[in-house]
């Protein structure tokens, strides 16, 4: 039979890639782990909220229904608390980094931001969506509570991201700057086994992933761009293909197995577009620089911006390296 790796058996072995490692970021990622299995349980019932009972009821055990976004931010940030190894909290779901100001935490090295269920409107209609998550160390001072600032530091700082899927299976994809590895949950026993090690971009893509109902509010670059991809693809003798979940997870995901980009771009009415820098667009350009691919705003590599505020937006394209050079390449023009 064939060795199957688990994601902490996983963890443990790649924590000799960090030569003064001891043990606290595999922590963080296992901990991240578990919580994700706890909102895989969730998200798999989520259909049958109207028979088990819906936000503002009671369950069986006289607690309160939570939606599940705030289920899911509250197995996340539980899990980081109790893990002792996290100083501060970013997430989508609080308005205020949340300062994890006890002894144990004081003394913790590093600080995460999450958006903790993304993609939350396609909940309800059984499509997918996904967790994004991400480590830096802390700058401020160890032994005392830990500062926004610390969660405000540019993204070739971070130390380790990924995301979880929550789609036809759960999966966990991760990077510590070492390539991109993804782990498929196995509900019947309850593990995620290594599935996609060393996860690569294809050289060349022909898929697009944009909402195009924004398109008379885009730059004139960016519609220049859908129309080159609306053209034949010399490889292909097609244009590209269009594919758009509006799950930012699960559009990625599929682009770096598939090949394809995926944009974000600002519009006239938003010209910052929406997603948010520090917990959607970093996370997910450490993965697409760890799989060969590139992230970019349209001139800015998303890695060396250095954020001013937790939920600042920027517009986002990610993908293979070839096509988000391909779509800079309309803006400088333009
Ligand atoms: P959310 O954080 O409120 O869930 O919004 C983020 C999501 C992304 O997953 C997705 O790419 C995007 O919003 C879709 O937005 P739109 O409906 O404007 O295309
Ligand atoms: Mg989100």
Request: charged residues 20%; hydrophobic residues 40%.
């Amino acid at each position: 039979m064939k060795q199957l790796v688990t994601l902490t058996e996983f963890i443990i072995d790649r924590q000799g890639e960090f030569p003064t490692a001891s043990g606290d970021l595999s922590r963080i990622l296992n901990d991240i782990g578990i919580a994700a299995k706890f909102v895989h349980r969730e998200v798999n019932k989520a259909g049958l909220a109207d028979i088990l009972g819906l936000e503002g009821t009671d369950n069986i055990q006289g607690e309160q229904q939570k939606k599940l976004d705030v289920y899911a931010n509250n197995q996340f940030i539980s899990a980081l608390k109790a893990g002792g190894q996290c100083a501060a909290i970013a997430s989508e779901e609080n308005e205020e980094v949340i300062i994890l100001d006890n002894p144990i935490s004081n003394k913790a090295k590093y600080v995460v931001a999450i958006d903790p269920l993304d993609g939350s409107s396609n909940i309800e209609v059984n499509v997918s969506i996904g967790t994004i998550f991400s480590i830096y160390k802390r700058k401020s001072e160890f032994g005392k509570p830990a500062e926004e600032g610390d969660l405000l530091q540019p993204g070739i700082d971070l130390v380790a991201a990924g995301y979880v899927i929550y789609g036809s299976s759960t999966m966990l994809v991760y990077t510590t700057g070492h390539g991109v590895n993804g782990f498929t949950l196995d509900p019947s026993v309850g593990l995620f086994i290594l599935s996609h090690p060393d996860i690569r971009y294809p050289d060349h893509g022909n898929i697009y992933s944009v909402n195009e109902s924004n398109h008379i509010y885009f730059p004139e670059a960016v519609k220049a761009f859908i129309q080159f991809c609306h053209e034949d693809d010399p490889s292909t003798k097609r244009p590209y293909i269009t594919r758009y979940i509006g799950s930012m997870v699960a559009d990625i995901h599929r682009n770096m197995l598939l090949g394809g980009i995926f944009l974000y771009p600002g519009t006239i009415k938003k010209p910052q577009g929406k997603l948010r820098l520090l917990y959607e667009c970093k996370p997910m350009a450490f993965i697409a620089e760890q799989a060969g691919g590139k992230a970019s705003d349209g001139s800015r590599r998303i890695l060396e911006i250095h954020p001013d505020s937790v939920h600042q937006r920027s517009p986002f394209y990610m993908g293979p390296s070839a096509m988000v050079e391909k779509i800079e390449e309309f803006i400088r023009f333009f």
